[in-house]
Every structure is written in structure tokens, then in C-alpha cells.
């Protein structure tokens, strides 16, 4: 199963965009990139996924390279609001093992006024 | 509303007992999960089910028992086997469904053995 890797902590200045990277060298064709965020001490919220192509919505936006190996969450205006622990997750969406979600240790997003 | 409900917030446990942990849903979702969070980390995987009746071990489940009787519930029974059971537990549930499905996850409960 495919595994990722987040640097553990960013800044971001309020008002700028926020481009959390994620890398998952090992992912397979079957497997989907989810990113949630978690504010401290509540259940972690579900905010947006792909499979190849980018995807926007009105939180934010994936970039997956065309490799697939890494990706990009990019929140275009951050507000205070949006520091918290963001996790990018792989999630096997058919075969084996399918359904199963595997979160790493996120990036903590640290927005300053 | 739809949604999934642990409880309870907080916990507390002498050493030595078993807890149970509850978890409710009323999405209709045939899968639920239970994650343990340690401070500063993230989710480890204790136990999934698919269907009722069903449940499957995660990464980390030592220590730990489900069952499964009802589509709606998954409870977690903490037992005095595990050795350190102090931590933050997440429940979620999600369709059972290939592609696109998206986990939903309760507020958690905060388990201390004192």
C-alpha cells in the first residue's frame, strides 16, 4: 500500500495561498489522493480528492503531477481559519484491500496575520 | 442531522479495566473505522468493517476488540491488554463503495488511564 510524505510543519502568511506538498512515490493505479484537515482536538474533515486529473472546489485545489507521485494542495487565500493539520491520504478505490484510508503524520499550517 | 457520534468526550480508566468506547452513524454507511491518534502524530488504523457481522484488523489492533452487530454502531473495547491506551480515538464511516467515497468522522474521544 502506498504510503506519503508531508513536510511536518509550514507558514503561511493571511491572504496568500497556501501550497502544502505531499509526496507518494509509491502509488498505484487503483489508488486515489484525499486530503483532510484536522483542527486541533475535532475528527479530521474531508476536503478534496483526485485520482489524475486536478481538481479545484470551492476549498481548494489538487494539483497531481503527471507521474502521480506527488501533489499539491493549494488553499488560494488563507485565513486564520485554515491553520490546522492537513493529511494527505491514499485510498485504494478498487481490488484488494480497496476502502482502506492511510493517514501520515500531515503538515501543521501555521497561517500569521 | 446526519453524522457519526462518539461517546464519550472524555474518558477516564483505572489500569486494569476494559472500556468501551461508543460510535454511532446515521448515514447508512456499510463501512466503519477506528483511528487512534497519539499528541503531535497522525491516524493509525485499529480496526475497519465492511458489513455488519464483519470487522478486520488494521495496523494496530493489539489490545483492542469490535463488534459489529448493528449497521449503525461499532464499539471499541480498550482492554486492560493494551499497554498504553492513553490517546485521542477517531471512529468514521464511509459507503463501501469502488472510486469515490468520502470517510466521515466523529469528534473523538480522549481516553486517559489513570
Known amino acids: 500500500d502506498a504510503k506519503t510524505t508531508q513536510p511536518p510543519s509550514m507558514d503561511c502568511a493571511e491572504g496568500r495561498a497556501a501550497n502544502l506538498p505531499c509526496n507518494h512515490s509509491t502509488i498505484s493505479g487503483n489508488e486515489y489522493v484525499y486530503w483532510y484537515r484536522q483542527i486541533h482536538s475535532q475528527g479530521p474533515q474531508y476536503i478534496i480528492h483526485g485520482l489524475k486529473n486536478n481538481e479545484t472546489n470551492e476549498m481548494a485545489s489538487l494539483i497531481i503531477t503527471e507521474d502521480r507521485k506527488s501533489s499539491t494542495l493549494i488553499l488560494p487565500h488563507a485565513t486564520l481559519r485554515d491553520t490546522a493539520v492537513y493529511y494527505c491520504i491514499v485510498r485504494v478505490a478498487w481490488g484488494d484491500n480497496f476502502n482502506k484510508f492511510y493517514f501520515g503524520s500531515g503538515t501543521k499550517l501555521n497561517v500569521k496575520p | 442531522d446526519g453524522g457519526i457520534t462518539q461517546s464519550p468526550k472524555y474518558l477516564f480508566r483505572k489500569e486494569g479495566q476494559n472500556v468501551t468506547l461508543s460510535c454511532e452513524q446515521n448515514?447508512?454507511?456499510?463501512?466503519m473505522y477506528w483511528y487512534r491518534q497519539d499528541p503531535g502524530q497522525g491516524l493509525r488504523l485499529i480496526y475497519y468493517s465492511q458489513i455488519v457481522n464483519d470487522f478486520q484488523k488494521g495496523d494496530i489492533a493489539e489490545g483492542y476488540s469490535v463488534s459489529r452487530e448493528k449497521k449503525e454502531s461499532f464499539p471499541l473495547t480498550v482492554t486492560s491488554a493494551q499497554k498504553n491506551p492513553t490517546a485521542f480515538y477517531l471512529c468514521a464511516s464511509s459507503a463501501w463503495d469502488r472510486g469515490h467515497t468520502e470517510a466521515f468522522f466523529g469528534q473523538g474521544t480522549r481516553l486517559t488511564v489513570v
Open positions: 448515514l447508512n454507511h456499510d463501512a
